[in-house]
C-alpha cells in the first residue's frame, strides 16, 4: 500500500516517531500549563482519531498546526518560557515533518510523470 509516497511501513514508523516526540514533549511541560497539554493532547487526538493509518498521515498537517499555534501563541505572550529540550522536540518534529513532506511531494512529482 502507498500511502502519501511511503509504504505501509515508512509510515507507521513516521507515525510513531511523531507521537513519540509529542508524548515526550506533553511530559516535559508543566502540568500547570493546562491550556498547552490540552492543545498537544488535541493535536494527537487530531492525527489518531481516524481508523486507518492513512487518514492518520493525512491528518498529520492538522495536528502540527494545532501544535505550532498554540506554542507560537504561548512563546509570543510570554506566558511560558519554553526551554532547551522542548525546543528540540518541537524542532525534530519539525524536521521528521519535513522529510514526510518530502516523501508526499515525491509522490506527486511521481504521478505527474506517469501522465506526461
Given at each position: 500500500m502507498d500511502i502519501m509516497g511511503m509504504n505501509q511501513e515508512q509510515a507507521q514508523t513516521f507515525l510513531d516517531q511523531l507521537n513519540q516526540l509529542r508524548n515526550e514533549l506533553y511530559n516535559l511541560i508543566p502540568i500547570e500549563q493546562k491550556h498547552l497539554r490540552k492543545e498537544i493532547t488535541r493535536a494527537y487526538i487530531t492525527?489518531?482519531?481516524?481508523?486507518?493509518?492513512k487518514g492518520q498521515i493525512e491528518a498529520v498537517p492538522d495536528?502540527?498546526?494545532i501544535m505550532y499555534d498554540i506554542m507560537h501563541q504561548t512563546a509570543l505572550s510570554k506566558k511560558y518560557h519554553f526551554n532547551e529540550r522542548q525546543n528540540q522536540i518541537w524542532h525534530?518534529?519539525?524536521d521528521l515533518f519535513?522529510?514526510?513532506?518530502k516523501f508526499s511531494l515525491g509522490a506527486v512529482i511521481n504521478a505527474w510523470a506517469m501522465f506526461h
Open positions: 492525527i489518531n482519531k481516524p481508523d486507518d493509518l495536528g502540527l498546526e525534530q518534529i519539525n519535513d522529510k514526510h513532506r
